[in-house]
Structures are given as structure tokens and as C-alpha cells.
């Protein structure tokens, strides 16, 4: 079997995404299914990230895959100065797939290379999260039927969101107008909106979030961080400015569904979440379905 | 006027001319000429008419190959490559950026696992221009301000 890891969602061509979002789509209508009894999946999260793990976790565990791994590193060898490359290759001996997470950017690339087993990044620090932005992208599937020409709108930290940046990436091959709602200070990086020029595709810049809310289909929420602000005062000045409450939602689009990576602070109401509108729930439990999809193509087990 | 020698001329070898005062230490790292067992000769801060100051490398009994040598192209753009046999010029090139980087520059990014672990580092070149190298792994931009070589 040719090795296929997954580190950054560019290793993946749009009809490769697309197939995952299929598969994704089955293992909803009949997540357990007995077809990973074979196979053990080891779980190495480097840094502790307590709901992607046990995503993951709840993906192998419910098609009757065995899980090993940890959660910290601070129970295993690593703390006695091993290098990532020694443990890479002793884990790739006792499993079929490495998921790892790790505070280094490029650490997952650097697996890849070493392990003999297929990896699947869950994170290298602020790097790339590829299954957050698969996860992100089937649940706009569901709840719009398509990932064409949709009007997007991200609110919040655009500058620093990795999951902004690659779900952005991502959907530039999907003909969608972006509606970027950010502090100034937090902008959408250049290099993210050269790549939205490069696809011939529009993007609006705005401080406002009350100017985007009758034009979107999907409203993507992130959490500000008041670390991210040089100057506190500014922070203080805009941290309300960015909250979502359900009577913004008064007069926006019927098919409207706000997504949330989660965690959330206090960006989304909580009156918010009764709203028929609200996501970000079932997002989360998207990925579990997500997972299932991405595993079981990855070894081989579906195609 | 007689143009007096300030680097000895080489019988057999390679001269690296035009290149910049302030790389010809790292051209002698990247090319690694400082652990070779050639006979190395160099000047820096020689009088340029082109570009004020520069530098010039001879290596005797030494003929690089082209991706080898255009490694130093990073540092050194504009030089030019003489291989000598017997005191003549046989050939004349100039150096090329070239579209990967191996092993030799430093990954500017202090969190990327390349300046974690032993790891050659590699980047892939987006511009030769205005020189910007992509990590493999991290994916950051390193360019010519950020650009430390190993």
C-alpha cells in the first residue's frame, strides 16, 4: 500500500477533499461500523488538545479500531530528550497510523518522513490543523448542499486563526466571496488575500460585523485574544464589537448557520444557541465523522 | 598599465570572482572550502570598478559542479565562476539561484522543528529576485533580511 499522510490540506486535490466529504457524509447516517478491527491507530499528542484527541479517539473507537498513545508529553521519553525522529520511528513499529499533534511547526512534515505508517497532522503548532478545515468544510456541505458560490463571512482573529487561513485556502477553489470582519490590528494576512486575487475571486474588508450579516450564508466566528493586542487600551476599546447575540440574527438570510471552532469565550451568546441558526455543536461532532472518513481512506479500508 | 596580481594566479582550478566583501566567508562555508584539502586563496576588499569593493576565491585542482556551486548564488548573485588549466581561462559562467535549497540556510522561524531537531533543512525558492525561500516543513518565508545561512 503507498503511504498517504495528510500534513497540510494542500496534499489533498479538490476531488480528493470532495471524496472525503463523501465518505464523511455515509459514516454519519452509520458511524459504527466494525471495519477497523484489525488495525491500531496510535494517538501522539505532543501538546495536550483534550477534544481534537478524543475526536479522533471516538472516530477509531466506534468502527472497533484499537487506540494507544498519550495525551502530554510529559509522561513519555520525550521528556528524557528524545527526539521526535527516535519516537516517530518506534511508534510507526506498533501501529497503522500515527495522528499527531506538536507545538513545532513542521514537526508533521518531519513525521511523514521518518514514519513508515501514513501520519495525519492534528495540529504543528501554528502551522496547519487539516482536519478542522475538512471538518469546517463538510459542515458547510451539510448545512448549505454545496461549497460553491457561497458568500462566507469570518469574524474575529483573522490574523492569526490558522483554521481561518487554511479554510480559507481551501474554499478558493470553490468560486466563494469572502466578507472579512476583523479589528485593523487583525487583519486577514496578505499573503492568505494574494491567494484569494490569485483564484479570481472577491473578498470585502470590514470592521463592522452588523455589515455583513444580511449578505452571508455562513458566518465563521473566532475568539480575540487580548494577548494579540499591542496596546491593551485597543483591545479594550473593541472586545465587544465582536460579539455575536441572537438579535443580530433577526434579519439575515433563511439558510444562515454560524460555525465556531470551539472553544468559545464569550464571542457567541449563549441566546444564540437555541437559534436554528447556530452550528457550532453539531460542527464538533461533524469531525468525528470526518475523522472516520479520513482514517479508513487512509489505510485503505474505504477508497 | 600592468594590473599587479593581489590573489597569485592558480595553474589548474576554479576562481569565484565578483563577489561580495561581506560574503566571502560564507561562499568559503557554503562551499565548505574551509575543511578542503585544496589550496584556497582569497581577497576581500579588493577595488571593483563595478561594484566598489569585492571579493575573489581561487581554488586550485578543484572544478565545481553546477549545483554545488550555485548554492552561493544566495549570497553572492552576481559572481562569476572562471575555470582555469594551465594558467588559461577555459570557461567562464555566472551563478544561478536554484529553485530548491538544501542543508544550508537556517529556517527563520525560531518554533520550526528544523531548529528543534537534527534536521537538514530544505526550502523551496518562490522568488529569485527578491530572494524568498519557503520551509518545507513549517511553510514560513524566509527572506534575504531574515536569510542567516548554517
Do not use: W
Not at chain 1, 118 to 123: F, Q, T, W
Request: a positive charge; hydrophobic letters at 40%.
Amino acid at each position: 500500500m503507498k503511504k498517504r499522510s495528510l500534513v497540510s490540506i494542500s496534499d489533498f486535490t479538490k476531488k480528493q477533499q470532495l471524496r472525503i466529504l463523501e465518505l464523511a457524509a455515509e459514516f454519519e447516517k452509520n458511524p459504527t461500523q466494525k471495519i477497523l478491527e484489525d488495525y491500531v491507530v496510535a494517538t501522539l499528542f505532543f501538546e495536550p488538545s483534550t477534544r481534537t484527541r478524543l475526536s479522533f479517539e471516538t472516530a477509531v473507537n466506534r468502527l472497533g479500531g484499537k487506540v494507544i498513545g498519550f495525551s502530554d508529553a510529559s509522561s513519555t521519553s520525550v521528556k528524557k530528550g528524545e527526539s521526535l525522529r527516535d519516537t516517530i520511528k518506534v511508534i510507526s513499529n506498533y501501529s497503522d497510523l500515527i495522528v499527531m499533534r506538536h507545538p513545532r511547526e513542521g514537526s508533521a512534515r518531519f513525521a511523514s518522513e521518518v514514519a513508515d505508517v501514513p501520519i495525519i497532522n492534528a495540529g504543528d503548532g501554528a502551522n496547519q490543523h487539516p482536519t478542522q478545515t475538512l471538518l469546517d468544510m463538510f459542515s458547510i456541505m451539510q448545512t448549505q448542499g454545496t461549497l460553491e458560490n457561497l458568500h462566507i463571512a469570518f469574524v474575529g482573529d483573522l490574523k492569526y486563526g490558522r483554521t481561518v487561513h487554511s479554510l480559507v485556502m481551501a474554499l478558493s477553489n470553490f468560486n466563494c466571496t469572502f466578507h472579512l470582519v476583523s479589528p485593523f490590528e487583525l487583519k486577514l494576512p496578505s499573503v492568505v488575500k494574494l491567494h484569494i486575487k490569485e483564484n479570481n475571486l472577491e473578498y470585502y474588508q470590514y470592521t463592522n460585523i452588523e455589515d455583513v450579516m444580511d449578505k452571508v450564508d455562513i458566518l465563521y466566528m473566532t475568539r480575540i485574544q487580548r494577548e494579540r493586542f499591542s496596546d491593551p487600551l485597543e483591545y479594550e476599546k473593541i472586545k465587544n464589537s465582536y460579539i455575536l447575540n441572537n438579535d443580530m440574527l433577526k434579519n439575515t438570510k433563511d439558510n444562515l448557520r454560524i460555525l465556531h471552532p470551539l472553544p468559545r469565550v464569550n464571542e457567541i451568546n449563549e441566546d444564540v444557541d437555541d437559534n436554528k441558526k447556530a452550528y457550532y455543536f453539531e460542527q464538533a461532532l461533524n469531525g468525528v465523522y470526518v475523522r472516520q472518513a479520513l482514517i479508513t481512506s487512509i489505510l485503505g479500508v474505504k477508497s | 598599465m600592468i594590473t599587479e596580481l593581489k590573489v597569485s594566479a592558480i595553474e589548474n582550478g576554479t576562481v569565484i570572482d565578483h563577489i561580495p566583501s561581506a560574503s566571502v566567508f560564507k561562499v568559503i562555508k557554503i562551499l565548505n572550502l574551509d575543511s578542503t584539502g585544496n589550496m584556497v586563496l582569497f581577497g576581500t576588499n579588493l577595488e571593483s570598478k563595478k561594484y566598489g569593493t569585492k571579493g575573489i576565491i581561487k581554488v586550485s585542482n578543484k572544478f565545481f559542479k553546477s549545483d554545488e556551486v550555485n548554492k552561493i548564488a544566495l549570497v553572492a548573485p552576481a559572481a562569476t565562476l572562471i575555470e582555469i588549466r594551465n594558467f588559461k581561462v577555459a570557461s567562464k559562467t555566472v551563478v544561478h539561484v536554484p529553485d530548491e535549497i538544501t542543508a544550508i540556510v537556517k529556517c527563520f522561524n525560531p518554533n520550526c522543528i528544523t531548529n528543534d531537531e537534527n534536521i537538514p533543512t530544505q526550502f523551496k525558492v518562490l522568488s529569485k529576485d527578491e530572494l524568498k525561500l519557503q520551509c518545507l516543513y513549517c511553510e514560513k518565508v524566509t527572506d534575504k533580511k531574515t536569510m542567516v545561512i548554517k
